[in-house]
């Protein structure tokens, strides 16, 4: 179930384990309900759990300059959260990962994500392409930050996460895109 949710989002081959090692995946991990505003992790410290989420979105800000809230990702449905660098690398968290919707989150500790690869053959090796992926997805939003307009980057946004980007506060896609709320009131105009 976790596996397929998260090869979906990325679109590797789903058949890529058994039934049984799916299954097996899944015992790993404990679910946890989650409301809006909860933070996963807050910068300066180091994560405990590894997070998937299965449903809803968490987004990864940092204080600018100015000490405003910098919305840099959004962690949607079939994806880990970003606080997961922190727990990979097992150092201090540089940004904090809230919840901005209610979430269905699935979570690991280490020693279990130990056993997980262990108990699982292939795992790592696939978690590995999926870490080349992810980091492929954050260097393209860079670029894209910097070859399209922020009307045209809204608009990516919005196919891109469909349904569930009308979940996601207004104030917070500003600051992904490095607009003010006013500007993007004036872009939400000229497309609707």
């Not at 590894?50 to 968490?58: A, D, E, P, T």
């Not at 292939?122 to 670029?143: M, P, V, W």
């Amino acid at each position: 179930m976790l596996l397929e949710k998260l090869f979906k989002e990325f679109n590797v081959e789903v058949n890529t384990f058994n039934t049984a090692e799916s299954e097996l995946f899944d015992q790993f991990f404990e679910k946890i309900q989650l409301k809006k505003n909860t933070f996963l992790i807050r910068e300066g410290e180091l994560e405990k759990y590894s997070y998937f989420i299965f449903n809803g979105i968490v987004r990864c800000w940092t204080l600018n300059h100015k000490g405003d809230e910098q919305t840099f990702w959004f962690c949607k449905e079939g994806s880990f959260s970003l606080s997961n660098i922190s727990f990979t690398l097992q150092e201090k968290s540089t940004f904090n990962v809230q919840t901005i919707t209610d979430c269905e989150i699935y979570k690991i500790d280490y020693q279990q994500a130990v056993q997980l690869y262990d108990a699982i053959p292939g795992l790592k090796t696939a978690f590995e392409d999926l870490t080349a992926r992810l980091l492929n997805k954050l260097l393209s939003r860079n670029i894209d930050l910097i070859k399209y307009t922020p009307e045209q980057y809204y608009l990516q946004m919005m196919e891109e996460f469909g349904s569930t980007f009308n979940c996601i506060p207004l104030k917070d896609i500003a600051s992904y895109l490095g607009i003010t709320p006013q500007a993007l009131s004036r872009i939400r105009k000229r497309i609707f």
